[in-house]
Antibody, heavy 119, light 113 residues
């Protein structure tokens, strides 16, 4: 069935980088944009950016410009998000989400990956 | 960037009653060439990822109960649950996808009165 499976929880020090993966199955990976959304503890959803798995093209939210990189491994149908220069306020659950090619909303989500940043 | 503002922040409704959540965008999300509003609604339960309920402001995703409906156009939108069920307790988010930059509202927490 169609699913997005993310990598496990991470604990990082301030100033370090983290890379989270999202493996897609059950559909044509290159046919749907992949987005990353994060949610700090007890807070709302924050969109980080998208990646086109076909071309590798990206568009990032201004807040994360210069700190975030979204990539893909097409042979393994996996999307990645890397966030550098981590701070304590980057502690959050990070979700990948697929946007429908016909109506652009997020019709499939990964289970989430908890990233904890400690000083 | 388009800022999405939801109201209220929290809401308590009796079982079987109607629940209404509002969402306002800082600029229109209506694309005139196809007359579509680039707005979606999601439901999130504790410990789960969000679930898509509504897209194009008023189209229900497959499998979503028909007690959920969306309305509005331009900058003002509403999610209505016609008869609240216990399983509808959740946080609800609106999202705009007009252009290449997306954004969410701050969320509305729905509880049982």
């Amino acid at each position: 069935q169609v699913q997005l499976v993310q990598s496990g929880a991470e604990v990082k020090k301030s100033g370090a980088s983290v890379k989270v993966s999202c493996k897609a199955s059950g559909y044509a990976f290159i046919g749907y944009y992949m987005h990353w959304v994060r949610q700090a503890p007890g807070q709302g959803l924050e969109w980080m950016g998208w990646m086109n798995p076909d071309s590798g093209g990206t568009d990032y939210a201004q807040k994360f410009q210069g700190r975030v990189t979204m990539t893909r491994g097409t042979s393994v149908s996996t999307a990645y998000v890397e966030l550098s220069r981590l701070r304590s306020d980057d502690t959050a659950v990070y979700f990948c989400a697929r946007s429908s090619s016909t109506y652009f909303a997020f019709d499939m989500w990964g289970q989430g990956t908890m990233v904890t940043v400690s000083s | 960037d388009i800022v999405m503002t939801q109201s209220p922040d929290s809401l308590a409704v009796s079982l079987g009653e109607r629940a209404t959540i509002n969402c306002k965008s800082s600029q229109s999300v209506l694309y005139r060439s196809n007359n579509k509003n680039y707005l979606a609604w999601y439901q999130q339960k504790p410990g789960q990822p969000p679930k898509l309920l509504i897209y194009w402001a008023s189209t229900r995703e497959s499998g979503v109960p028909d007690r959920f409906s969306g309305s509005g156009s331009g900058t003002d939108f509403t999610l209505t649950i016609s008869s609240l069920q216990a399983e509808d307790v959740a946080v609800y988010y609106c999202q705009q996808y007009f252009g290449t930059q997306y954004s969410f509202g701050q969320g509305t927490k729905l509880e049982i009165k």
